[in-house]
């Protein structure tokens, strides 16, 4: 089996799918791992490293490709920069794994169908405790959770703990965080270490325990129906009950020096939560960090990639988090792809079992049909 592993070319990526502690435990005499030169440096993996872990180095993307038996990416295969085009390189019949963001990238899926390959898209894997241990997207968003943090707290102009000092008490920053899913509640946690007074707000009422036991103040809407998806995530609620959160929301939007939000319905636009008006009733100086930039934002104001200042609140649209710790999200993501790998190899071979849970919800193209459906 030849396992591929190319450079990324996304724009802001800085991770690889696969660092050399993986490799190593990957690599026998019937399992080769093809590594493309300086794939790894933005993670802070050498070419040197690889070798040593037992990696081949190619540097010519052609014959990096050439008899591949599996792709292994952290995004889609792309077009790249200088007109290499990686989908036109894959081999019929092999196999791409990666973050393929199959809801916007129907003609890629397309393209892929086309040459005979079998996509495996990671963010379909289910929710179940079989599957839990290759979930990248959980994994990823304790990164992002962890950064949205870090970032809210170096644009803000106050300090985060309280501290008691010659020149007096410094009160602990308020930071209110909306959406307590795997992100959210790494935000919180990451919130209270750093000495922050922490709220949050979810329209599950089944993470208030979670987000109590870390230490935060659930705000709770009464009356709400169960916003929550058989797989754990949340789903898309009326107009009215996002006006009933709006309400509820604004208030402690207000009183907060940092407000993190992290509200996604899965490939579907993202919900404003925070208004215009919301905003205005903000401290000058205050922080919005919106992690739903790239799907349109939370805030009304939001520009994705962008940071501005409306009406004396800075409000961060960041759409890097995931990849903004590279050494460790890739070696997180790594782990999450040997495990995919091991769920598919059986007897030493790459089986695609359609009768198979997990297998069927991830594999968005194979036999020359797209299965995927937003």
């Given amino acids: 089996m030849r396992i591929v592993v190319p450079k990324e070319h996304a724009p802001q990526e800085r991770r690889v799918a696969m660092p050399p502690a993986v490799v190593s435990r990957l690599v026998s005499d019937d399992v080769t791992v093809v590594v493309e030169s300086g794939a790894g440096l933005s993670a802070s993996h050498t070419d040197e490293e690889y070798r040593e872990a037992g990696a081949e180095i190619v540097a010519d993307p052609t014959a990096l490709f050439e008899g591949a038996d599996v792709v292994l990416k952290v995004n889609g295969p792309v077009r790249r920069p200088d007109g290499f085009d990686e989908i036109e390189k894959v081999p019929p019949g092999a196999v791409v794994i990666g973050l393929l963001r199959p809801h916007a990238n129907p003609d890629v899926l397309k393209r892929l169908a086309e040459r005979k390959v079998t ?139 940092l407000v993190i939000t992290t509200a996604l319905v899965p490939g579907r636009k993202a919900p404003v939560l925070i208004t215009e008006p919301m905003v205005e009733r903000m401290r000058r100086g205050s922080v919005i960090l919106d992690m739903a930039a790239e799907a349109g934002g939370n805030c009304a104001l939001t520009e994705p990639g962008k940071t501005v200042e409306k009406h004396g609140v800075t409000i961060m649209g960041p759409t890097d988090l995931a990849s903004s710790v590279p050494a460790h999200g890739s070696q997180l993501y790594g782990k999450v792809l040997s495990n995919v790998l091991g769920h598919l190899v059986k007897d030493g071979q790459l089986v695609i079992d359609l009768e198979d849970g997990i297998t069927d919800a991830c594999v968005v193209t194979h036999d020359g049909t797209v299965r995927y459906e937003s």
């Fill in 119 to 257: 996509a495996f898209s990671m963010e379909l894997m289910p929710r179940t405790t079989i599957a839990q241990r290759m979930d990248a997207l959980s994994m990823f968003s304790t990164v992002a959770g962890y950064m949205a943090v870090v970032r809210g707290a170096e644009a803000a102009p106050k300090f985060f703990p309280m501290l008691t000092t010659a020149a007096g008490t410094i009160a602990p920053a308020n930071v209110f965080i909306i959406g307590a899913g795997v992100a959210g509640l790494q935000a919180i946690a990451t919130a209270k270490r750093l000495g922050a007074v922490v709220e949050a707000f979810d329209i599950r009422p089944a993470v208030k325990e979670q987000v109590q036991s870390l230490g935060a103040r659930f705000v709770e809407l009464e009356g709400l129906h169960d916003a929550e998806t058989a797989g754990g995530y949340a789903k898309e609620v009326s107009e009215e009950e996002q006006e009933k959160e709006r309400q509820l929301i604004a208030d402690h939007v207000a009183k907060s020096d």
